[in-house]
């Protein structure tokens, strides 16, 4: 092989780490999204039940529907956020 070939052979496998590394980096940030979702269902829960701890006439806190209508709109934007990611558009 002569030293034009070798570098080339260097450069594709380069590129072709780049590439695996690059789609790691992709399914992190999916996997990232994913347990976000879940975290955002856990916080809000959470919150509703301290909420209802600690509520009192002294207290002001944001309303239950609120909570679960924000909750549920992030949820949605982030699924459709996704499908337009996944589909191209």
Not at 13 to 40: G, M, P, Q, Y
Not at 55 to 81: D, H, K, Y
């Amino acid at each position: 092989m002569t030293a034009g070939h070798e570098e080339r052979g260097e450069r594709n496998a380069l590129a072709n780490d780049r590439t695996l590394l690059a789609s790691e980096r992709t399914l992190a940030a999916w996997w990232r999204t994913a347990i976000a979702l879940l975290v955002l269902f856990v916080g809000a829960r959470r919150y509703a039940a301290t909420a209802r701890r600690v509520e009192n006439e002294f207290v002001e806190r944001v309303p239950r529907a609120e909570i679960w209508v924000g909750t549920g709109l992030l949820v949605v934007l982030a699924i459709a956020a996704g499908v337009i990611v996944w589909t191209g558009g």
